[in-house]
């Protein structure tokens, strides 16, 4: 798969990375373990590998360790969610997704944890860590619109995701493109800039509509860099999903011709946010305004994930993907939840 041309994209953008990179490692698996996320060798050993302490250290280099650490453990479980809900049982029956998502309100709206009977009851214990520990650093007015993003993002992959692979739809490109914010979880990543770093967007500048298009542009850039890194292990399962594969799809394009379609709409799409953030930050205030603090969050965000995505053995680009985590019986990722 031809890729290079990411790299121009993403020059624009210095590399950093967090000096609390090694505790937020530890930590998480400390974390996994504690709340039994993982129920095999093999699946911590891939786990492991995909390094998930490593990307929130690239995407939040200036969280401090205990932000850090939240911030690892936010991205392992709705890591975890996505792995359930794109090749799980979960993902394939309405009726286990509807209680997933009925869970997550509950825990979010504090409607409890899940009963000891509740398939998914590890998630939802876990989740009720995580928003315990993030709730108290936001507004009502934050709270609210996290909690609505997150509520967007399972509804939206277990319902419309779901149902499209149970009648087997491939979604065209506008649909694909608007859902898959939602369904990649980055405005959920986007608001969590905000608790890490200490400040906040007032919900009148939140909904300007430069912010607005900023924060898109920024949402898409990540969202399509990681269809880019993750199509060969999403096709390998069969995954419609992936902005590459809707493309060549629609357009009957080859796999090459359609990486470089969507290779160039992310140059376009980065010179797209970064017209916005120039507006933006013509109209920002002091150095620690909050919508010039959220624009640095959303570079570190798009250079991070860029990063990321494109060692990371979870998408098979690190030498540890085939000693520690190939399986020649199977191509499927294990469920372990």
Aim: charged content about 25%; glycine content about 8%; proline content about 3%.
């Amino acid at each position: 798969m031809r890729t290079g041309a990411l790299g121009t994209a993403f020059g624009r953008f210095p590399s950093q990375l967090n000096p609390n990179l090694d505790q937020a490692r530890e930590h998480l698996l400390a974390w996994v373990d504690r709340f039994d996320l993982i129920h095999s060798h093999r699946a911590r050993a891939k786990f492991s590998a995909a390094d998930f302490g490593h990307f929130v250290a690239l995407v939040h280099p200036h969280a401090d360790r205990r932000g850090l650490e939240l911030a690892a453990d936010w991205f392992a479980w709705l890591f975890l969610v996505d792995d359930e809900l794109d090749d799980g049982a979960i993902g394939r029956t309405p009726v286990a997704a509807a209680a997933l998502a009925h869970g997550v309100r509950g825990v979010l709206r504090g409607g409890g944890n899940g009963d000891r009977g509740d398939a998914n009851q590890a998630l939802l214990a876990a989740l009720s860590d995580l928003w315990d520990r993030t709730a108290a650093h936001g507004s009502a007015a934050w709270r609210a619109r996290f909690v609505d993003h997150l509520e967007q993002c399972l509804h939206t992959a277990a319902f419309w995701e779901a149902g499209n692979r149970i009648a087997g739809i491939v979604p065209d490109k506008d649909t694909y493109v608007h859902r898959r914010r939602h369904t990649g979880a980055i405005y959920v990543c986007m608001d969590l800039i905000e608790t890490f770093g200490g400040f906040e967007v007032p919900p009148a500048r939140y909904r300007d509509a430069d912010f607005s298009g900023a924060l898109d542009a920024a949402c898409d850039v990540v969202c399509w860099t990681n269809d880019v890194y993750s199509l060969e292990k999403e096709r390998s399962f069969g995954e419609v999903h992936n902005l590459v594969f809707i493309v060549g799809h629609h357009e009957k394009l080859s796999e090459a011709e359609a990486v470089s379609r969507v290779c160039a709409e992310i140059d376009t799409r980065t010179e797209q946010y970064l017209a916005f953030e120039k507006k933006l930050l013509t109209r920002s205030g002091p150095d620690h305004d909050p919508i010039g603090c959220c624009l640095e969050g959303m570079r570190t965000w798009m250079r991070g994930n860029f990063d990321w995505s494109s060692r990371t053995a979870r998408y098979g680009h690190a030498p540890a993907f085939s000693t520690s985590m190939a399986d020649p019986a199977s191509d499927r990722r294990e469920h372990d939840l």
